[in-house]
C-alpha cells in the first residue's frame, strides 16, 4: 500500500462509527465515505452519485454483470445475450457462465487477437446478428495477463448505437493508464483498491446516473439500495487517497514502469533468446507495468517457485484445477497453443519496484529457465 493510505486508513481504523448511524459518530463516519467517495469520484471523471463502494474488484464486476443482465431481461425478456471478450478476468467470466446455467443467459465470447485484442467490428457484428437480444457487452480496459489494451471507447460507441450498456473491469487500468469515465462513454467500469496502492478487499463500481442495476447483495439498502452492507469507512478512505495518489503521479509513474518493464524485457530476451513476448509488442498498446513471456519447454509453475527461491516474485497467470495446472484462457484465445502456454509468467511492475528488482529477475531467469527445462525433460522422459 501507499504510505500515505495506510497513514488515512489506520487513522481511520481507531475511530468508532458505523456511516448509517445518525448519532455523532455515524454522521462523522459518513463525512469520510462521502468525502472518499468525492475523492475517488474526481479520479476517475464521474460523479460521485456514480460510485458505488463494494468489496473488491470481484464484487464490482459480479454486480455489473448481473446487475445489468437482470435490470435488461426484466425490461424486455428478449435480452438473453451477454456479449465479452473471451479474455475477461474470472470475475466477469464467472458470473457470465453462471448466468447462463442458472438464470437463462447466452454467453458469447467475443474473439480476440493474436495480441488479445477485441476489435470492435467483432463487436458490431456479434451485435447485428440480432440487436433485440444483447442485454450487455462487457469488454476489459486492460487485461490483467498480457496488459493489453482494448479500445473501450470505440466499443461503448457501437453498443450506444443499439441501445445497449457496456461494462468495462478497469481493474488493472487505473493509475497506469488515463481513465475518465465520462468521457470513455461507458456505463459501468469495475475498479479494486489494491491494484492502486490501496487496501485488499475494496473496490468500486462505477455507474452511470440512471443505469438500471438490479442488486445482487439485499439488506440494509446501502449504496442507493445497489449494493446493501455497512461502509467500511477506513478502507474507502486509504482507496479514496491511493486513487487520488495514483491518478496524480499517473504518468511519471507510468514513464518509470515503462523504463522497468523495458529493462526486464531486455534482461530476458537476453538471458532466455527464444522467450517470447507476449501482448502487444508496442509498450503504447499495453499495461507500462507488464512484461509477459512464454518460455518454450517450461512449465510456468517450476519457473515460478525457481524465482520465487530467488526472491523474485511473478504469476503464471493461469488457475490450477484440482492440483493441476490449466493453460491460461487468455492465451488461448490469442491462439497460443496449450505447449507453450503453460510456459506463461508475468512479470509487474508497480510503485515499490526497483531496479535492483530487474537486476534479481535478470540474475534468476536464465538459471531458472534450464533447470526449469531439465526438470520438463527428465518428466518427459519417464512418461
Ligand atoms: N479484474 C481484473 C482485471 C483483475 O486483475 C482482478 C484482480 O486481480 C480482479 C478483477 C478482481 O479484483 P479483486 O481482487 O479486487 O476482487
Known amino acids: 500500500m501507499l504510505p500515505e493510505a495506510i497513514a488515512a486508513m489506520v487513522d481511520e481504523l481507531g475511530r468508532v462509527g458505523n456511516a448509517s448511524s445518525l448519532h455523532t459518530s455515524g454522521r462523522r463516519a459518513r463525512r469520510v465515505v462521502e468525502e472518499g467517495r468525492e475523492q475517488l469520484a474526481a479520479a476517475v471523471g464521474a460523479g460521485p452519485s456514480e460510485v458505488i463502494f463494494t468489496a473488491g474488484g470481484t464484487e464490482a464486476d459480479n454486480l455489473a454483470v448481473k446487475g445489468l443482465y437482470r435490470a435488461r431481461r426484466a425490461a424486455d425478456p428478449r435480452r438473453v445475450r451477454v456479449l465479452a471478450s473471451a479474455v475477461e478476468h474470472h470475475a466477469v467470466i464467472d458470473p457470465v457462465d453462471w448466468l447462463a446455467e442458472a438464470d437463462g443467459a447466452q454467453a458469447e465470447w467475443l474473439p480476440v487477437d493474436r495480441l488479445g485484442r477485441v476489435h470492435p467490428?467483432?463487436?458490431?457484428?456479434?451485435?447485428?446478428?440480432?440487436?433485440?437480444?444483447?442485454?450487455?457487452?462487457?469488454?476489459?480496459?486492460?487485461?490483467?495477463?498480457?496488459?493489453?489494451?482494448?479500445?473501450?471507447?470505440?466499443?461503448?460507441?457501437?453498443?450506444?448505437?443499439?441501445?445497449?450498456?457496456?461494462?468495462?473491469?478497469?481493474?488493472?487500468?487505473?493509475?497506469?493508464?488515463?481513465?475518465?469515465?465520462?468521457?470513455?462513454?461507458?456505463?459501468?467500469?469495475?475498479?479494486?483498491?489494491?491494484?492502486?496502492?490501496g487496501p485488499g478487499g475494496t473496490g468500486a463500481l462505477i455507474a452511470r446516473r440512471g443505469l438500471e442495476l438490479t442488486p445482487v447483495q439485499h439488506g440494509g439498502g446501502q449504496e442507493r439500495g445497489a449494493r446493501s452492507g455497512t461502509l467500511d469507512a477506513a478502507s474507502i478512505r486509504g482507496f479514496a487517497v491511493a486513487a487520488a495518489l495514483s491518478v496524480a503521479g499517473r504518468e511519471q509513474q507510468a514513464e518509470r514502469?515503462?523504463?522497468?518493464?523495458?529493462?526486464a524485457e531486455r534482461a530476458v530476451?537476453?538471458?532466455?533468446?527464444?522467450?517470447v513476448l507476449r501482448g502487444d509488442p508496442d509498450p503504447a498498446g499495453r499495461l507500462p507495468g507488464n512484461v509477459h513471456f512464454t518460455f518454450p519447454g517450461c512449465e510456468g509453475d517450476s519457473l515460478l517457485y525457481l524465482l520465487d527461491a530467488r526472491g523474485v516474485?511473478?504469476?503464471?497467470?493461469?488457475?490450477?484445477q484440482a492440483g493441476v495446472p490449466q493453460p491460461s484462457h487468455v492465451l488461448l484465445a490469442m491462439g497460443v497453443s496449450a505447449a507453450d502456454a503453460r510456459g506463461a509468467l508475468r512479470f509487474s511492475f508497480g510503485h515499490s519496484s526497483t531496479d535492483a528488482d530487474v537486476a534479481a529477475l535478470a540474475a534468476a531467469i536464465g538459471p531458472a529457465v534450464q533447470r526449469a527445462r531439465r526438470a520438463g525433460l527428465s518428466a518427459r522422459s519417464r512418461r
Not at 172 to 181: C, I, N, R, S
Not at 257 to 263: D, F, G, R, V
Open 121 to 197: 467490428g467483432v463487436v458490431r457484428a456479434a451485435i447485428e446478428r440480432d440487436p433485440g437480444s444483447v442485454a450487455l457487452v462487457s469488454v476489459m480496459w486492460a487485461n490483467n495477463e498480457v496488459g493489453t489494451v482494448q479500445p473501450v471507447t470505440a466499443i461503448a460507441e457501437i453498443a450506444h448505437e443499439y441501445g445497449i450498456p457496456m461494462h468495462t473491469d478497469a481493474v488493472q487500468a487505473l493509475g497506469q493508464l488515463p481513465v475518465d469515465f465520462a468521457a470513455s462513454g461507458v456505463d459501468c467500469l469495475a475498479l479494486s483498491a489494491h491494484k492502486l496502492g
Open 313 to 320: 516474485e511473478c504469476s503464471t497467470g493461469s488457475a490450477c
Open 269 to 275: 530476451r537476453t538471458a532466455v533468446p527464444d522467450a
Open 257 to 263: 514502469l515503462a523504463e522497468l518493464s523495458a529493462a
